[in-house]
Nanobody
Framework: QVELVESGGGLVQAGGSLRLSCAAS????????MAWYRQAPGKQRELVAC???????NYADSVKGRFTISRDNAKNTVYLEMNSLKPEDTAVYYC???????????????WGQGTQVTVSS
């Protein structure tokens, strides 16, 4: 099985910065894409940013210019650099990865446990 372990969440004041990390561990063939989602109280889970093999990235409009997603293939780790944080960024952030475990022909989505990010004003 594959496990995604997240770290870096915490409490920060508005305007501050935070970096989230998510490392994939276990036995797998390849990682095709990794992404960050978030879910605020009373709201549905939304895609924040994603990065695919080759380095192409995509961001939600609400975080463009403030957040940066990056990936270290050697470490099987994805990062989310969050700058100019706002109270509305407060949410549980979840790591997601599309991974082929046995062969490249079949892939499966895996989720991390989530890490709390709280931005105070």
């Amino acid at each position: 099985q594959v496990e995604l372990v997240e770290s870096g969440g915490g409490l920060v004041q508005a305007g501050g910065s935070l970096r989230l990390s998510c490392a994939a561990s276990g036995s797998f063939f390849s990682i095709h894409a990794m992404a960050w989602y978030r879910q605020a109280p009373g709201k549905q889970r939304e895609l924040v940013a994603c990065i695919i093999s080759g380095g192409n990235t995509n961001y939600a409009d609400s975080v463009k210019g403030r957040f940066t997603i990056s990936r270290d293939n050697a470490k099987n780790t994805v990062y989310l650099e969050m700058n100019s944080l706002k109270p509305e960024d407060t949410a549980v952030y979840y790591c997601n990865a599309l991974i082929s475990v046995v062969t490249i022909e079949f892939a499966y989505n895996y989720w991390g446990q989530g890490t709390q990010v709280t931005v105070s004003s």
